[in-house]
């Protein structure tokens, strides 16, 4: 079977004396780990292509349960990428949050993370870097179900939250008369729930708006 896709490479890693295992974020068919054969032996296999973080189109063939990568080409290249290590921090924590993740191939997940990466390239405010991380990770909890999007207090729904409240099943806010001293919790303050409620249901403003790096460090 042959597989022609969008994808974003999210790790490379050495895989014998003269390949590379890539791990791709597929645009219709999810996570993939596919084997480079040959690409550290010759420079023209993949002509350098194999760069986490850019738009690729790739062609892949899959032999039982291996996939091998066979052909890839760079659609889009962000060389800024590099230039901050807050950005390198930010893309290192999504792709480990990324493979650590089971589930099916989802479309506006890859769209989000190809908007993540062409809004990093450009930005230069380390506030607007975080900001940026922490709607992605926001997103990626409300998709999985473990962060509930009610922004009253989840018991009562009247109180103003202020905790944050884990648990086994999830994420979720409440107020101080029903908080439960078993449960885990963190206080959280008008800001924190300022940006919780603008990034759940974010309007084309919230990219724009601009939150102290003490606030998204307390987030």
Same mark, same amino acid.
């Given at each position: 079977m042959e597989i022609s896709d969008y994808g974003i490479i999210l790790r490379c890693s050495d895989y014998r004396e003269n390949d590379i295992l890539v791990d791709i974020y597929t645009k219709k068919n999810g996570i993939i780990k596919a084997c480079a054969f040959g690409a550290k032996k010759s420079k023209k296999r993949f002509c350098g292509n194999l760069i986490p973080y850019q738009l690729l189109l790739i062609r892949l063939k899959n032999y039982r349960d291996l996939f091998t990568l066979e &052909?890839?080409?760079?659609v889009r290249y962000f060389p800024n990428l590099t230039k901050s290590l807050t950005v390198l921090k930010i893309l290192f924590n999504i792709s480990n949050i990324?493979?650590?993740?089971?589930?099916? *191939? &989802? &479309? *506006?997940?890859?769209?989000l993370l190809y908007?993540?990466?062409f809004t990093l390239n450009k930005s230069v405010s380390r506030e607007d870097q975080v900001k940026l991380y922490l709607f992605f990770c926001f997103y990626l909890l409300k998709k999985d179900g473990v962060l509930l999007s009610k922004t009253g207090c989840v018991r009562c729904n009247k109180g103003l939250p202020d905790y944050i409240v884990t648990d086994n099943n999830g994420m979720y806010l409440k107020c101080s008369s029903c908080l439960n001293n078993n449960e885990f919790f963190s206080k959280i303050d008008k800001d924190f729930i300022d940006f919780f409620m603008s990034s759940l249901k974010p309007e084309k403003t919230f990219f724009e708006r601009s939150f102290t790096f003490q606030t998204l460090k307390n987030i």
């Open positions: &052909e890839i080409n760079v990324m493979l650590s993740r089971k589930g099916y *191939a &989802e &479309e *506006a997940i890859f769209k908007f993540l990466i």
